[in-house]
């Protein structure tokens, strides 16, 4: 079985959702509180492309106010969406669930149950 990973923010509804998802079907899901534990940018290329995205954009709070503050919304460099990322994670959208090669934003809980099987 492929480990399920979740990048989680408990204070998150829609993060504890999903999570609580995982463990009522008995999956022992490694947890990673992205607030704490900052991906790297290789890493969010990844997950950008585990979950098909096409820009960082994708990937984004753009409801955030560091979006706004930043002025994110015209930003077309790749490098620097990600770098925003980095320096501020409650941008990134979530919770991911990553199971092997797939991964899914975990809105609405669905997408979760149909990663999951």
């Not at 997950?47 to 960082?56: E, K, P």
Request: charge should be neutral.
């Amino acid at each position: 079985m492929n480990t399920i990973i979740i990048w989680h923010n408990p204070r998150c509804s829609k993060s504890r959702d999903s999570f609580k998802l995982l463990e009522e079907k008995g999956i022992d899901a490694t947890v990673v509180n992205y607030l704490d534990e900052v991906p790297t940018k290789e890493e969010i290329k990844n997950i950008l492309t585990l979950l098909g995205m096409g820009s960082a954009q994708e990937l984004m709070r753009t409801k955030e106010t560091i979006y706004k503050e930043l002025n994110l919304k015209d930003e077309t460099s790749e490098d620097k969406l990600i770098e925003a990322m980095i320096h501020h994670p409650k941008l990134i959208e979530r919770p991911i669930v990553i199971k092997g090669n797939r991964a899914v934003i975990g809105r609405p809980i669905e997408k979760v149950m149909a990663l999951i099987g």
